[in-house]
């Protein structure tokens, strides 16, 4: 469980209840704006205070995902840049296929504005729970609870039907993925291909394409050689 920027301590212990009520056991807290360990947080946290106490504390999101194959995140906007959104069974599901025994990444973000586009785009799932229109805005422990619910189903269904795993490897981290568009851009910067002043944009269409391939590793490693192939062959153009 990652709360990213969270601003209220109440927000924080109910959260923290909530992991221990629903079998998670890790909390992660990305840059919070308040003390996660306060006398309100640990009243609303109850059986949750150890979990409390143990939460992590990263600067900034890319950070507290480092180790995890698989991402989800959520999103209330109706404004999200047209990045695909799935029901909770959808991608509840598909994170319970993960082969390793690594941690899967569930994101929620500020209590007042939710992820960015940019945050979003870490995720190889963005969920968003059916709301009034008129008002879509749910309580981030809300939020949290009707989640941890869903994935608990989805578990319980899983091994009544005791389904297989049908995959070989897991999924690039997110730093895999994150080194690769880094370098990337850079070459493509050096080819022409991409300008400063719409490199941001592009790249962000990259990301979301190579996110959408729930790409591997090995397959991250292929791109990376082909990257630096590529210098070579304009390096050596060049001398």
């Given at each position: 469980?990652?709360?990213?920027?969270p601003?209220g301590?109440?927000n924080?212990?109910?959260v923290?209840?909530?992991?221990?009520?629903f079998?998670?056991?890790?909390?992660?807290?990305v840059?919070?704006?308040?003390n996660h360990n306060?006398?309100e947080?640990k009243?609303?946290?109850?059986?949750?205070?150890?979990?409390l106490?143990?939460?992590?504390v990263?600067?900034?999101l890319?950070?507290a995902?480092?180790?995890?194959p698989?991402?989800?995140a959520?999103a209330g906007r109706?404004?999200?840049?047209?990045?695909?959104l799935?029901?909770?069974?959808?991608a509840?599901?598909?994170s319970l296929?993960?082969y390793?025994?690594?941690?899967?990444?569930?994101?929620?973000?500020?209590e007042d504005?939710?992820?960015t586009?940019?945050?979003?785009?870490?995720?190889?799932k963005v969920?968003?729970l059916?709301?009034?229109?008129?008002?879509?805005?749910l309580?981030?422990?809300?939020a949290?609870a009707?989640?941890l619910h869903e994935?608990?189903?989805?578990?319980?269904?899983?091994l009544?039907?005791k389904q297989k795993?049908?995959?070989?490897?897991?999924?690039?981290?997110?730093?895999?993925?994150?080194?690769?568009?880094?370098?990337?851009e850079?070459?493509l910067?050096?080819?022409?291909?991409?300008?400063?002043?719409?490199a941001?944009?592009?790249?962000s269409?990259i990301r979301?394409l190579?996110?959408?391939?729930e790409?591997r590793?090995?397959e991250?490693?292929?791109i990376?050689?082909v990257l630096?192939?590529m210098?070579?062959?304009?390096?050596k153009?060049?001398s």
């Amino acid at each position: 469980m990652i709360l990213v920027e969270p601003a209220g301590p109440i927000n924080i212990g109910s959260v923290a209840r909530l992991c221990e009520n629903f079998g998670v056991h890790q909390l992660r807290l990305v840059s919070p704006r308040c003390n996660h360990n306060n006398e309100e947080a640990k009243r609303m946290a109850v059986k949750g205070k150890e979990l409390l106490a143990n939460a992590e504390v990263f600067p900034c999101l890319l950070d507290a995902i480092y180790d995890c194959p698989r991402i989800i995140a959520t999103a209330g906007r109706i404004e999200h840049g047209g990045i695909p959104l799935c029901n909770p069974k959808e991608a509840l599901n598909w994170s319970l296929e993960s082969y390793s025994s690594a941690p899967i990444a569930l994101i929620f973000g500020r209590e007042d504005r939710g992820l960015t586009n940019q945050e979003l785009l870490l995720a190889h799932k963005v969920l968003t729970l059916e709301t009034m229109s008129n008002y879509p805005s749910l309580n981030l422990s809300h939020a949290v609870a009707i989640v941890l619910h869903e994935l608990r189903c989805c578990e319980s269904q899983k091994l009544k039907c005791k389904q297989k795993n049908t995959f070989e490897d897991d999924l690039a981290t997110p730093i895999q993925i994150n080194d690769c568009l880094i370098d990337a851009e850079d070459l493509l910067l050096q080819i022409g291909f991409l300008y400063e002043h719409t490199a941001t944009a592009r790249m962000s269409k990259i990301r979301a394409l190579i996110q959408r391939a729930e790409i591997r590793p090995n397959e991250i490693s292929l791109i990376r050689g082909v990257l630096r192939q590529m210098r070579w062959a304009i390096g050596k153009q060049n001398s």
